[in-house]
């Protein structure tokens, strides 16, 4: 065991503040590493804050933070992925069994036994694993992922959540040419959503509360943005989207959305806000439309989005921080003042 540097949070109403924390030495199958950037996912906000408290009651001190770049520094003697001194990735998960049907199907996020990671009981020093916003970290090769050379790395960083969580339901309901996608909600999670849909060719809608992101919206390739206050604009676009993904981070009106989809148009949940949305059954039951959630990604599929992001030169379009500054990064992200992804540089925990 060692002690790592970190940022922690003592309860739900406590700023995150310097702590020293405790890290496995690397077993047989790990693999050390020095965490350069971690992104920052409105679900550390959610988790931080005991937010998510029925479903996944927060345990403290919380370490949030499942966007994680950095190098190699030590492997375990079995290790055959990774050598010292290699860029190495860290997404939301650190351990599954490896048995189960979930995982057999490369579909890890959903194994009863998943170990996330943060907030998730921790097998090998007991309490709960401690994630990102820290100096290091140890975890199973299995769920150490390759980032392509050509990538920015603090920009890398939150393709391992909003990066994923994106591309996944993208690929899963067939968005590619010819097809209409909206994105609804221009932060961490919808601006990746819009630079994959971009990419797959689709023809993209962004649906925003804040009508100054419209700029940015096109640039980051929107064909379209529609401000989701104006019931005219929505009007003009009903019945007309075959998938359109939420990536809404609080409560919103959702029939607004399902009322825009063709018939067998689907939209996918990725957002989580606290409190259930009410949805209309009617608006499903004409057109037979589907409403769906998404959760982040399998390891498999991770390492290809990783891969797409390399071939497309794809990496998110972030603000890189100091770990001093994550007090006011959680305020600004719940003002949807983001552009578009807050990148911890973790050097800056060298200082404290
Ligand atoms: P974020 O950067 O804060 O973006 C959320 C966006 O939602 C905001 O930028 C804003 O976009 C819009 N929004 C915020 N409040 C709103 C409101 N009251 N009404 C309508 N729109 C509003 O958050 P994120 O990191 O992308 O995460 C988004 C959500 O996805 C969170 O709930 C997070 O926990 C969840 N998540 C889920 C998964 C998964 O596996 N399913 C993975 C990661 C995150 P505009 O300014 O454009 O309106
Ligand atoms: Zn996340």
């Not at 949030?64 to 030590?74: C, F, L, M, Q």
């Not at 069994?97 to 979930?102: I, L, W």
């Not at 996330?116 to 097998?123: A, C, G, Q």
């Given at each position: 065991?060692?002690?790592?540097?970190?940022?922690?949070?003592?309860?739900?109403?406590?700023?995150?503040?310097?702590?020293?924390?405790?890290?496995?030495?690397?077993?047989?199958?790990?693999?050390?590493?020095?965490?350069?950037?971690?992104?920052?996912?409105?679900?550390?906000?959610?988790?931080?804050?005991?937010?998510?408290?029925?479903?996944?009651?927060?345990?403290?001190?919380?370490?949030?933070?499942?966007?994680?770049?950095?190098?190699?520094?030590?492997?375990?003697?079995?290790?055959?992925?990774?050598?010292?001194?290699?860029?190495?990735?860290v997404g939301c998960m650190?351990?599954s069994?490896?048995?189960?049907?979930?995982c057999?199907?490369a579909l890890e996020q959903?194994?009863?036994?998943?170990?996330?990671?943060?907030?998730?009981?921790?097998?090998?020093?007991?309490?709960?694993?401690?994630?990102?916003?820290?100096?290091?970290?140890?975890?199973?090769?299995r769920f150490v992922l390759?980032?392509?050379?050509?990538?920015?790395?603090?920009?890398?960083?939150?393709?391992?959540?909003?990066?994923i969580?994106?591309?996944?339901?993208?690929?899963?309901?067939?968005?590619?040419?010819?097809?209409?996608?909206?994105?609804?909600?221009?932060?961490?999670?919808?601006?990746?959503?819009?630079?994959?849909?971009?990419?797959?060719?689709?023809?993209?809608?962004?649906?925003?509360?804040?009508?100054?992101?419209?700029?940015?919206?096109?640039?980051?390739?929107?064909?379209?943005?529609?401000?989701?206050?104006?019931?005219?604009?929505?009007?003009?676009?009903?019945?007309?989207?075959?998938?359109?993904?939420?990536?809404?981070?609080?409560?919103?009106?959702?029939?607004?959305?399902?009322?825009?989809?063709?018939?067998?148009?689907?939209?996918?949940?990725?957002?989580?806000?606290?409190?259930?949305?009410?949805?209309?059954?009617?608006?499903?039951?004409?057109?037979?439309?589907?409403?769906?959630?998404?959760?982040i990604g399998g390891i498999a599929e991770t390492q290809e989005?990783?891969?797409?992001?390399?071939?497309?030169?794809?990496?998110?379009?972030?603000?890189?921080?100091?770990?001093?500054?994550?007090?006011?990064?959680?305020?600004?992200?719940?003002?949807?003042?983001?552009?578009?992804?807050?990148?911890?540089?973790?050097?800056?925990?060298?200082?404290?």
């Open positions: 065991m060692y002690n790592a540097k970190a940022y922690a949070a003592a309860s739900a109403t406590s700023p995150l503040a310097w702590s020293a924390i405790s890290r496995r030495d690397p077993t047989e199958h790990d693999v050390q590493i020095e965490i350069l950037f971690c992104g920052i996912c409105h679900s550390d906000l959610h988790t931080v804050r005991n937010e998510w408290s029925g479903l996944m009651p927060t345990v403290y001190p919380c370490v949030p933070g499942h966007e994680i770049v950095g190098r190699v520094t030590k492997v375990g003697p079995a290790v055959t992925k990774f050598k010292p001194g290699e860029v190495a990735a650190v351990d069994d490896g048995a189960c049907p979930e057999q199907a959903f194994c009863p036994n998943m170990t996330l990671t943060y907030n998730s009981p921790d097998k090998h020093l007991g309490g709960v694993t401690y994630g990102g916003y820290s100096d290091s970290v140890v975890v199973n090769e390759r980032v392509p050379s050509n990538l920015d790395l603090a920009g890398a960083a939150p393709l391992l959540c909003a990066g969580t994106t591309y996944s339901p993208m690929r899963r309901w067939g968005v590619s040419k010819e097809k209409k996608v909206g994105v609804v909600g221009l932060g961490g999670l919808g601006h990746m959503g819009v630079k994959f849909a971009h990419a797959l060719g689709a023809h993209v809608v962004v649906f925003t509360t804040s009508p100054h992101k419209k700029e940015d919206a096109l640039r980051l390739g929107a064909d379209e943005v529609v401000v989701s206050r104006h019931a005219g604009e929505m009007q003009k676009h009903a019945g007309s989207f075959d998938f359109i993904l939420d990536a809404v981070s609080a409560d919103h009106d959702i029939n607004a959305y399902i009322q825009l989809l063709r018939r067998d148009g689907n939209i996918t949940l990725v957002g989580a806000p606290a409190k259930p949305l009410a949805v209309a059954a009617f608006g499903l039951l004409f057109g037979r439309r589907s409403l769906s959630g998404s959760l989005m990783l891969d797409f992001c390399g071939a497309h030169n794809i990496a998110a379009d972030v603000e890189v921080i100091p770990i001093q500054k994550v007090n006011e990064a959680y305020e600004r992200l719940l003002k949807s003042d983001v552009k578009y992804r807050f990148s911890i540089d973790t050097a800056s925990l060298k200082s404290e």
